[in-house]
């Protein structure tokens, strides 16, 4: 597979952009090189009942706890040229479910993950002279909200959310318009450069991806309105390894891969017409291949935001968001594809449900109406509770084994709420509780319909 081990692309046009920014460098008198230092430590302990939504199931409840820590480093040798590199290990102990109750072999409560570096890029900056900025190597990628665009290695949880990549960035400053180019190169595992110090390779992706991004963001065609547009390329080729079985940070769990082509248009908007109202809405239409079926899907995602602007910072949201799913009359697939957007945007606690028929953190056949209220309480800690109600667009699912897990008797997937606590007590503490509990619809099956809760506690230490 040319995407596995192919990191010598990096290098050559790494070495190319090099000399073209310290020839732009020596233009101007030798700046300064700085370095500055970093760290933290993310600790949490994590309770969930029913993955799966069946209490009978020995690996229903599920109690763990995550110790991630970073180091790093960003040196600039010149006012043109930043390098980031960022150094990175997170073990889990679980309490539950034990050892002999997991369904496959290998399993441990103890598990101490890899080594590795999750960020290490280089960054071109006014490249020749131009508003042309470069960024080379292992870096995290955010688009808009990140409904699309953010989570390269879905199923480590949310230990990195890397992507190997270049990306080109043009400044238009006289038209209030920035352009980037993007080339994404994902491997299914921790395995090739720069892969773990420790020895231990993970598996971060189903399958092994390549992708390409042009993103348009526009601030001057309307006022207080930021204007998106994008067109997305992502090819999917299956990972050879023997066996389906992906392993994250030790739980595992079946996760089929992808392959095909998948191309998706859409456009996003951002407004603050007034003071109290924030507006947000964002589309795209997919087409392509996925797993030898004709693509056809379309997504849709907005929240209107009321605030009341007092001295606690009350505000209310409403948001909906629709995710087409497969019609059962129909030879392709309409099912959404979140792309690298498999992150938990909206419920902790779905993350894991929906393995029942797509895969860990892939949201899609969705229909989400969404109330919510915020409230500063403290000057130090935001308090936030939401509701949605679930539907699902149809009657089907990823793969026909898959549909054991579904009755068939509705679209209505349930009630969740869900409630954080989040708090900055100063630049270097800071953390959050939150919990959320879902009462399932009879769109599952009825041996799937038991309540299922989340809850974390979470402490984030920063030097």
Do not use: C
């Not at 790494?14 to 993310?42: C, H, N, W």
């Not at 009942?49 to 991630?68: I, M």
């Not at 248009?265 to 003071?275: C, D, F, I, L, N």
């Not at 009630?415 to 630049?427: D, E």
Request: a negative charge; glycine letters at 10%.
């Amino acid at each position: 597979m040319t995407s596995r081990r192919s990191s010598t692309w990096l290098a050559a046009l790494a070495a190319a952009l090099f000399s073209a920014g310290v020839s732009a460098g020596t233009q101007e008198a030798e700046a300064i090189s700085s370095f500055k230092p970093g760290a933290d430590l993310r600790l949490r302990q994590v309770f969930i009942g029913n993955v799966g939504l069946n209490d009978q199931s020995p690996t229903a409840d599920r109690t763990f706890q995550r110790y991630r820590g970073r180091t790093w480093g960003i040196y600039a040798p010149t006012d043109h040229i930043v390098g980031t590199a960022r150094l990175m290990w997170e073990g889990r102990h679980y309490n539950k479910p034990k050892e002999n109750q997991w369904p496959v072999p290998g399993f441990e409560t103890w598990y101490d993950g890899g080594l590795f570096f999750d960020l290490l890029e280089v960054a071109f900056n006014d490249i020749g002279g131009a508003p042309l900025s470069v960024k080379l190597g292992r870096q995290e990628i955010i688009l808009g909200n990140g409904w699309l665009v953010l989570e390269g290695t879905p199923i480590d949880g949310s230990r990195t959310i890397y992507f190997d990549a270049a990306r080109a960035t043009y400044n238009l400053a006289s038209i209030g318009t920035t352009l980037d180019l993007i080339y994404l190169n994902q491997d299914a595992d921790t395995g090739r450069f720069p892969s773990p110090l420790n020895g231990v390779i993970e598996d971060q992706i189903e399958q092994d991806e390549t992708g390409a991004i042009l993103y348009a963001r526009n601030k001057s065609l309307v006022k207080a309105t930021d204007l998106d547009a994008y067109l997305i390329y992502k090819s999917s080729t299956p990972d050879n390894t023997p066996g389906n079985i992906r392993v994250n940070n030790g739980a595992p769990f079946p996760s089929p891969p992808d392959s095909g082509v998948a191309y998706t248009v859409g456009m996003r908007a951002e407004s603050k017409p007034t003071p109290r109202w924030a507006l947000r809405a964002e589309g795209a239409y997919q087409w392509g291949t996925r797993n030898n079926a004709d693509l056809d899907a379309f997504g849709f995602n907005g929240r209107a935001t009321y605030s009341l602007n007092d001295p606690l910072a009350n505000r209310f949201h409403l948001g909906y968001e629709f995710l087409s799913g497969n019609d059962p009359d129909s030879n392709g697939t309409q099912a959404f594809d979140p792309l690298w957007g498999r992150w938990p945007q909206w419920s902790e606690l779905m993350i894991y449900q929906w393995p029942l028929e797509s895969r860990v953190g892939e949201a899609t056949n969705l229909s989400r109406l969404n109330l919510g209220w915020g409230i500063q309480a403290h000057p130090t800690t935001l308090v936030t509770v939401d509701y949605h109600a679930l539907w699902a667009d149809e009657m089907t699912t990823r793969t026909p084994a898959q549909l054991v897990n579904l009755s068939g008797e509705s679209r209505f997937r349930g009630h969740l709420a869900a409630v954080w606590v989040k708090t900055k007590l100063s630049k270097h503490v800071a953390g959050h509780l939150v919990a959320e509990y879902l009462w399932p619809g009879d769109y599952y099956a009825e041996n799937r319909r038991d309540e299922s809760y989340f809850v974390r506690a979470e402490l984030n230490l920063t030097w």
